[in-house]
């Protein structure tokens, strides 16, 4: 049995937008082939902005780190959402003030980050790069919504 964590960084708008009409979710996070409204478009893109790995991979990384504080707001949120689609939990929503800090605990708590092997030459598995994700979420002054299917 495999469980999905997705995770989509959007505008503001669009989370206020999710906030209203939960719905739209689906769409977001790519359960869905309905197109989003016009003027919600631009605040998200399917190809760049969305986050899928396995939820027990990032668990047991998160296991053999000291603290799971962070890991635990990153895949549960701050906010839930009315949306009970996904298999494990209803969906939820971080603010951008959420993000950010979500984002300096996850690299706080030694989170691995594309692009910081230990060897230059490491493959690193971009599947686990939950930190990375949250630090561009951030940086880009994103929310992030999800929930694990």
């Not at 989370?15 to 719905?23: F, G, H, M, S």
């Not at 969305?50 to 668990?59: I, K, P």
């Amino acid at each position: 049995m495999s469980m999905w964590l997705m995770l989509a960084k959007i505008e503001v708008g669009l989370l206020d937008a999710v906030r209203a009409d939960p719905d739209l979710l689906a769409g977001v996070l790519g359960e869905d082939e309905s197109p989003m409204p016009e003027d919600l478009s631009a605040a998200f893109d399917a190809g760049s902005d969305l986050f899928e790995a396995d939820y027990r991979t990032l668990s047991a990384i998160a296991e053999a780190l000291e603290s799971k504080e962070w890991f635990d707001q990153a895949t549960g949120g701050t906010e839930s959402l009315d949306y009970e689609d996904f298999t494990y939990g209803p969906a939820f929503a971080l603010s951008p003030r959420d993000v950010s800090a979500v984002a300096a605990g996850l690299v706080a708590d030694g989170w691995p980050v594309s692009g910081t092997a230990d060897e230059p030459d490491d493959e690193f598995d971009d599947d686990i790069d939950l930190a990375g994700f949250f630090i561009a979420a951030a940086n880009q002054g994103r929310a992030v919504v999800g929930g694990i299917n």
